[in-house]
């Protein structure tokens, strides 16, 4: 993982993630104007994820770190990417095709888990972050099953219910992934190379 210590994959990384992350609350704005004010907050959820990461990132650049941003950034990207994955190929089972958008998005959101656990080893949480974390991304679940925040997308609205407790317990996972993940005593040390 010594690629990760080089300035220059930084930077592309924070770069890619800031433009996902931008077309994320863009793909998000036609909900969020829906969205009663109090609530817009907790519409987009996959870029906020990415929003979190690109904060860890830029945070590296300048050789600081966060354990409660990281925190987020873990559960947050495992979830909601893996959770973006799952929900795609569920319309792919149901309506046997996908446009290219939803292609992309099973592609980026991919990516986002896969930088969490590419990142893990080298984020350090204390507990209470992680527990902070917890909380944030299970009150999320009651905000986008609740409330009704959840994103908008194909007929998903029809199987609320059931992708209601599918997303509990994959917010569960994710936080028990991050606890055996984040909690080791043995870090990396991220010596960020020229």
């Known amino acids: 993982m010594a690629f990760l210590r080089l300035k220059s994959i930084l930077w592309i990384l924070f770069i890619v993630n800031l433009l996902g992350t931008i077309y994320g609350y863009y793909w998000y ?18 870029p906020t994820a990415s929003l979190f990461l690109c904060i860890v990132l830029l945070g590296y650049l300048m050789n600081q770190q966060n354990g409660l ?18 929900m795609n190929c569920f319309v792919l089972f149901i309506q046997k095709e996908l446009n290219l958008t939803a292609y992309l998005l099973i592609f980026s959101h991919a990516a986002m888990a896969f930088e969490a656990i590419l990142f893990a080893p080298f984020f350090k949480v204390k507990a209470w972050q992680l527990i902070v974390a917890s909380i944030v991304i299970l009150q999320d679940v009651i905000f986008d099953y609740v409330f009704n925040t959840m994103p908008t997308y194909y007929m998903l609205f029809q199987y609320r219910d059931w992708i ?19 909690l080791k005593k043995n870090r990396l040390k991220l010596n960020i190379l020229r």
């Open 29 to 46: 704005r036609f909900q969020i104007e829906e969205t009663v004010y109090w609530l817009r907050i907790f519409v987009p959820d996959s």
């Open 69 to 86: 941003i990281e925190a987020l950034a873990f559960v947050s990207l495992i979830k909601y990417g893996i959770w973006a994955v799952v």
């Open 164 to 182: 209601g407790l599918f997303t509990f317990y994959l917010s569960v996972f994710a936080i028990f992934l991050g606890y055996s993940l984040l």
